[in-house]
């Protein structure tokens, strides 16, 4: 038990990361080409807008099976924890960055042409007032986006992709051990409420209201 929990939390710990840090990138683009109105910046927010609906909208059971042939080129295997972090990160980033182009679009206008008015760059701009101000929704999408991604790893465990899904599915479900499928889903349900109440911490910390 103590080794499926361990594998739950590397899993999700890797993914998030590469989640976070691609999905504020992904949702700054779509937050960027939004604001433009050329034909040019309009038609590519519309391209990325659809790709990025089209993964969000996929299941997660469906996308696993889809993405076994870019898996096995990521990390040569598809079984065992290392095996669902591909698809993992592939589901979460459109997720992630459509709620970072929400936090980024909430910002008040008024604290962006101030930071014009001073001759902000753009670098100084994200930095500074974009990611500064939205930094509660971030770190509040980050929560949610985490809550849902230990649920996708134990889809990910029926499959053979380790943790607490695996083991509740084997040794639980498969060979009528209810005491380990009840166990498994306490822990998980630990990992859920520990992940919400950091993240619930944070937000309160961060909000300047």
């Known amino acids: 038990m103590g080794q499926a929990t361990i594998e739950t939390v590397y899993i999700t710990f890797i993914s998030m990361f590469f989640t976070i840090v691609l999905g504020f990138l992904l949702g700054l683009l779509l937050y960027s080409l939004g604001k433009k109105h050329s034909p040019f910046g309009k038609i590519l927010f519309f391209v990325v807008s659809i790709a990025s609906n089209i993964f969000r909208s996929i299941p997660y059971i469906v996308l696993l099976v889809l993405l076994i042939p870019f898996t096995k080129f990521m990390v040569g295997t598809m079984i065992g924890p290392v095996s669902v972090i591909p698809s993992l990160i592939v589901s979460a980033i459109p997720f992630y960055a459509r709620l970072v182009e929400v936090a980024l679009r909430e910002v008040n206008s008024g604290v962006l042409e101030a930071a014009d008015a001073m001759g902000a760059s753009p ?87």
């Open 123 to 209: 670098f100084e701009k994200t930095v500074k007032v974009l990611l500064s101000e939205s930094l509660p929704a971030l770190l509040s999408g980050i929560t949610i986006t985490t809550v849902s991604m230990i649920g996708y790893t134990a889809m990910g465990g029926v499959v053979g992709g380790g943790g607490l899904g695996q083991l509740a599915y084997q040794q639980g479900f498969t060979l009528g051990k209810l005491t380990v499928t009840l166990v498994a889903t306490a822990i998980l349900l630990l990992l859920v409420f520990a992940v919400q109440f950091i993240g619930d911490m944070l937000v309160k910390r961060a909000d300047k209201r």
